[in-house]
């Protein structure tokens, strides 16, 4: 590839089109040219360029019908018209069907080296716009939201069917749960996903700054207010505003964030002009609101208002089954990262992991497997990396928390044991019912069953008596 980039001439006239391939690969680019809308169509598929220079008259296929054309096989190409017969009203009709700038002939060089270059940077600009955008997407497409646990399975499913709405979200759970990444997958698995999202740490400001922070303020409205601020509100006109720790807002805040919920308008601080925002409302808390209701320090009218659905994220205690998930995704996570080839742990570290009761939930699991990363200087993960988890003497790891009978264990059991443990596990969870089961687990109904039957045999579960069921003698 050239230094520049690459450049398709397509023009029926011969000689302009040979003068402006040798002016352009003189000035570093590199180029083909054709005569010919269908020949160029073949070198656009050969050369793949940045830019296509098209004439807007040709024979056959005149250069609007070619820019169509191309937009519809390569819309990341970007498209320059040329001609001597050019109209305003040619040129917006160009601008319409995607081409990016519009030069008359004869060509002026300088004009032209200003038009390639803009556009060149336009272009590098949506390029880095759609791999970012990309990489939003699968950080926060579901399938990358780790966990297998019948809970977060739950969790998973809640989301999945709430995030095409509208509804106001809770998302409830201890810090360092993840709140926040939850709140994220919600927005980008949304129709408002190319709309803003918008994140305020409510905890973190005092009253005054946090409803000037939300809703804005006029100039002169307060000490310091020297000039007008539009708040969070209006920058997420369209998209999602995710309100963390929801519960330590003041009585006066709530009173307008209850308005805009009912409403959907709001003013600004000192100001008399009303505002009216498409905003869908995500908040978080890690406190008890119907504890904070019966105290009445926090609005039982809001509390519902916002809790069109509720959403609890079970801490990391409450399934240890997911922490050798969770430690295995952070692991590739930090060694990309940091460019070292780590393959694993040791059986003891993941012992180790098992028995922690991680107070600070996957927050802290993720910083304790980064420091692990950066420290480490071999293939494995050993007991050494993680000198704040050392077990006191005598302590045993803990298991996946099993269900009667079970005796699961990571690492230590085979794939048939942690099928059965799922199944149970999801079983006990919707209080015996198959149909839920398997709509959580993605399975079929007729195959839990299936698997209960084979389970009663093995005597790991009981039969409608109460007694473990008899084991049938192998025929």
């Not at 296509?52 to 519809?72: N, Q, S």
Request: charge should be neutral.
């Amino acid at each position: 590839m050239s230094a520049k980039g690459r450049i398709v001439v397509i023009d029926d006239e011969i000689n302009a089109a040979a003068a402006l391939e040798t002016l352009l690969k003189e000035d570093g680019y590199e180029v083909a040219r054709a005569h010919d809308a269908r020949t160029g169509l073949q070198l656009l598929e050969q050369t793949e360029p940045d830019i296509v220079l098209t004439d807007l008259r040709m024979p056959g296929m005149d250069g609007l019908e070619l820019l169509a054309k191309i937009k519809e096989i390569r819309p990341e190409t970007m498209v320059i018209l040329m001609t001597a017969y050019g109209t305003v009203k040619t040129a917006v009709k160009a601008m319409k069907l995607g081409a990016e700038d519009y030069l008359p002939k004869p060509i002026d060089v300088d004009e032209l080296e200003v038009v390639l270059q803009k556009t060149l940077e336009r272009k590098d600009l949506r390029e880095e716009a759609r791999t970012l955008r990309q990489r939003l997407e699968q950080k926060y497409r579901f399938d990358n939201l780790v966990g297998e646990s019948p809970e977060m399975l739950s969790v998973f499913k809640t989301i999945r069917q709430v995030a095409p709405s509208s509804a106001s979200v809770l998302l409830r759970g201890e810090s360092g749960t993840g709140k926040e990444l939850f709140a994220q997958a919600l927005h980008q698995n949304s129709p408002r996903r190319n709309k803003p999202f918008i994140k305020v740490a409510c905890a973190a400001l005092p009253e005054t700054l946090l409803e000037s922070e939300l809703f804005g303020h006029e100039k002169g409205s307060f000490t310091g207010a020297i000039y007008t601020r539009a708040g969070r509100f209006e920058a997420a006109d369209g998209g999602t505003l995710f309100l963390d720790e929801i519960g330590d807002i003041t009585p006066t805040v709530q009173v307008k964030l209850l308005r805009f919920l009912e409403e959907r308008e709001f003013e600004r601080v000192g100001g008399n002009r009303t505002f009216k925002v498409d905003v869908r409302i995500v908040a978080a808390t890690h406190r008890d609101l119907k504890q904070r209701l019966e105290e009445g320090s926090f609005r039982e009218d809001l509390y519902y208002r916002l809790n069109v659905i509720e959403i609890d994220i079970p801490p990391l205690r409450e399934r240890p089954g997911d922490i050798p998930l969770l430690a295995h995704h952070f692991l590739k996570k930090f060694a990309e990262a940091n460019g070292k080839a780590i393959s694993g742990f040791s059986d003891e570290v993941l012992a180790l992991l098992l028995a922690h009761s991680w107070p600070g939930n996957v927050r802290e699991l993720e910083n304790a497997l980064e420091r692990a990363v950066v420290l480490s200087n071999e293939s494995t993960l050993g007991r050494a990396h993680f000198p704040t988890l050392r077990k006191s003497a005598g302590e045993a790891p803990r298991a996946a928390a099993p269900s009667p009978g079970l005796g699961v264990r990571i690492p230590g059991s085979t794939l048939a044991d942690l099928e059965r443990e799922a199944i149970l596990r999801t079983l006990e969870a919707v209080g015996g019912s198959t149909s839920k089961a398997a709509s959580i687990l993605d399975i079929s109904a007729r195959k839990i069953q299936y698997k209960l039957k084979e389970y009663q045999q093995q005597g790991v579960v009981v039969n409608r008596r109460g007694a473990p069921a008899a084991p049938t003698a192998a025929k």
